[in-house]
């Protein structure tokens, strides 16, 4: 068994959007943050789509989301998991999202970085229907086959 625990959400009581991943990377989890591995494009795409300089300092990256009211969660507390992809997750135990819905008030959107997050995401929790939720490609160095230009045009609807 290879137990890998993700991390507390990151977001505050403005949050508007909550962008959901499956589970942080074997990289993500040594240096404890989110989206960590060099190649990641999570946070060229959210400080492209905000407008925003690209932050350097993980304090830096909180604050953007903070600041442009983006929740960051994932949707796995707890699974099994050989390595860094998603198929490998196994016996997944899921991190109490109904209830951080609940506590949001001015939630609008919950976008899914990958259809992981998604397909665990259905497994595990019913859509409320006052919420929009947004597939998005994943911002995963294994996904690869989607241009930039393509992943930046989707990811723009979570601010449109």
Known sequence: MNI??????ISNQ????????????????AINEYYGHPQNRFWKIIS???NSKLPKTYS??????LTNKIALWDVVKTADRQGSLDTAIKNVYTNPIDKFIEQHKNLRIIGFNGK???????????????LNYISLPST??????ISEEIILKMWQNLIA
Not at 140 to 145: E, K, L, Y
């Open 48 to 50: 492209t789509i905000t």
């Open 116 to 130: 992981k997050a998604e397909l665990l995401f259905d497994k595990h929790f019913a859509r409320i229907e006052t």
């Open 14 to 29: 403005d949050a508007e959007v909550l962008i959901l991943g499956s589970l942080p990377g074997d990289t993500s989890l």
């Open 140 to 145: 995963s160095p294994a996904n690869r086959s």
């Open 4 to 9: 890998k625990t993700s991390f507390e959400y």
């Open 60 to 65: 830096e990256k909180i604050e953007l989301l």
